[in-house]
């Protein structure tokens, strides 16, 4: 569907013929981690929040839906149109971090600033900021991280990325700038509570709700000192009740786990000297002192790949404190937990994250090439041996169709906070890549792996596969961080809450313009 020459001059004259991109121009926006549903009008990206408003209120006039993308590392269908009526916002060139205030201890940063970006600033002053990012934090934005719940770097000690946010500066369908927090009573942006908790209603909303303009978080002076451990264990009900125990006491500050096939893919892309020679200089940069990166290095070559190939399920830390005797106090009390339940290994895997806390997007793809999609739940630590023993069943049931069709799975595991387990799964099938591959995977490593032609069967088993997941973690009482269109949110939430949500719907977006089907909202009646 062509856009009009009215709506594209309206378009260009906020922001510049350059910043508006129709057709094969804005192919690599159209697609996000996992596919693509309709081609919008055009891709259209603000510079400012000045430029941001203005276009809300343009298209306001005119009735266009907006949908929304901070740095596109998402796979829930939350950005991408879904009807080609509608504009896509780009809002990545949004990225000045326009406040640092030590004094009074924030940080206020656009959407679009990257959590890398923020990081390397941030680092500088000797700063942090509580959650600091997701693994995928080269691209993903900070405002992306808050529309749609994210948990990673930091997470272990202080929450997920909504935990970490005192104010927003947020763009309504009218143009209009909702300033939440102290921000909202005409102070500055250093306290998130005042009366009711307004920011926290925009946290997780994938842009339903409001535009994020601005994210203020809160400031942390880094802690100097840092240690690695791994473990081992045979299975799963032993690795999860030893990060069960461990989140009980609060003991790390980031942690990530994985079973076997996720920890050979994870060999798998090492095969090559320059992954190799990277690796080796993030373990160096990141351990407590050039002996012990060398003795690291040394205990990974030798033994690695040998343990990766026979534990059915890896966890890692890493743990700070102000001096390594903290540190070290720490590690011990680990240790002590997970004494009867699994084997220390190794600490490779969290001394390369350390080192390398953003890495280049060669995850988009399986180490073979293969397509990649991931999908998970949020359960209650008692749900998590149920789920588990039904998950095991269904894939029973199907692996003579996921053989012949060459799908695979792996699983990636974290608690969040005391009370939930996320039990996140990673489906791999060979098929064609995307204009969005080809524009996130280093070319390097792109022209290193095997090409498979268009595979329409595969696609849609994983398809079928993914929705009949999806019922599984809902049958067992999950909940989903990233909901976008792709999780069950208006058909599970209950009456009186549902109602409460459609009634800020309605006053936030009365035409139902903005990110059209996210949290199961429709354009025509926020439902």
Known sequence: MPISIELHDTLTSIVGSDAVLTGAAGERFYTDVYRRLATPLAVVRPQSVEQLQELVRATAAQGVTLNLRGGGASYTDGYIADTEDQLLLDLSGMDRITEINELDGYVTVEAGVTWKALKETLDERGLRTPFWGPFSGMIATVGGSMSQNTISHGSGAHGISAQSVLGMDIVLADGTLLQTGSAAAGSGPFLRYFGPDLT?????DCGALGIKARITLPLLRRRPAHRCASFAFPTLEAMHESMRLIALEGLEDTHFSLDSALSQGQ???????GETFRIALSILNSSPSWWEGLKQLARAGLSARRIMGRSAYMTHYIVEGVDDHEVRS??????????????EIPATAPSVVRGMPFAPFYNTLGPNGERWVPLHGILPHSAVPGFHRALKALFSERRDAMDRLGVWHGGMFATVGTSGFLYELALYWPDEITAYHREVVPADYLAQLPVYAGSPEAREYV???KQALIELYVEHGAVNFQVGKAYPYRERLQGPAMDLVRAIKQHNDPQHRLAPGNLGLSRSQGE
């Open 200 to 204: 926290g209603l925009f946290t997780g």
């Open 267 to 273: 060999i798998a892309r090492q095969d090559n000297a």
């Open 330 to 343: 720490r590690l011990h009390r680990i240790r002590q937990l997970v004494e009867r339940l699994g084997n």
């Open 463 to 465: 398809h079928e596969l």
